[in-house]
C-alpha cells in the first residue's frame, strides 16, 4: 500500500488557522483520491473532505466555507487549510489514500497516514 505521513497540527485559539499536509510515497500512481478524516474520542470517523486526482473535491457541510483542500502533484502532497477554527473541530486527523471518490466515511479502505491531532482550544 502507498505510505503516508502527516504533519501540521497543533493547539490554536479557536478562530486562528492551521494548514495540515500529507505526502505520498512514490508509487502514488495507484491513488485516484486523497482526503482527510477525522475522528474525535469515542465518535465515528467522519470524513472532512476529499480530492480526485482530477480535481474533483467534496467537503462535509461543517466545514464547507472554512476548509479548503489542495493537492500538489509534483510533490505527491495534498493540504487542508483549516480557517475559523472551532472547539468542535478539534480531533484525530487521518490522511486517506484510496482508489475510490467517497462523499462520506463507510469504513477502513485504502491507505492511512498516522494521524496529527487537531485542537482548537482557548
Known amino acids: 500500500q502507498v505510505q503516508l505521513v502527516e504533519s501540521g497540527g497543533g493547539l490554536v485559539q479557536p478562530g486562528v488557522s492551521l494548514r495540515l499536509s500529507c505526502t505520498a510515497s512514490r508509487n502514488s500512481f495507484e491513488i485516484y483520491a486523497m482526503g482527510w478524516v477525522l475522528q474525535a474520542p469515542g465518535k465515528q470517523r467522519e470524513l472532512v473532505a476529499v480530492?480526485?486526482?482530477?480535481?474533483?473535491?467534496h467537503y462535509a457541510d461543517s466545514v464547507q466555507g472554512r476548509f479548503v483542500i489542495s493537492r500538489d502533484n509534483a510533490k505527491n502532497t495534498i493540504y487542508l487549510q483549516m480557517d475559523s477554527l472551532r472547539p468542535e473541530d478539534t480531533a484525530v486527523y487521518y490522511c486517506n489514500a484510496d482508489q475510490v471518490f467517497r462523499l462520506s466515511y463507510v469504513g477502513d479502505s485504502g491507505s492511512w497516514g498516522q494521524g496529527t491531532q487537531v485542537t482548537g482550544s482557548s
Open positions: 480530492i480526485s486526482s482530477n480535481d474533483r473535491i
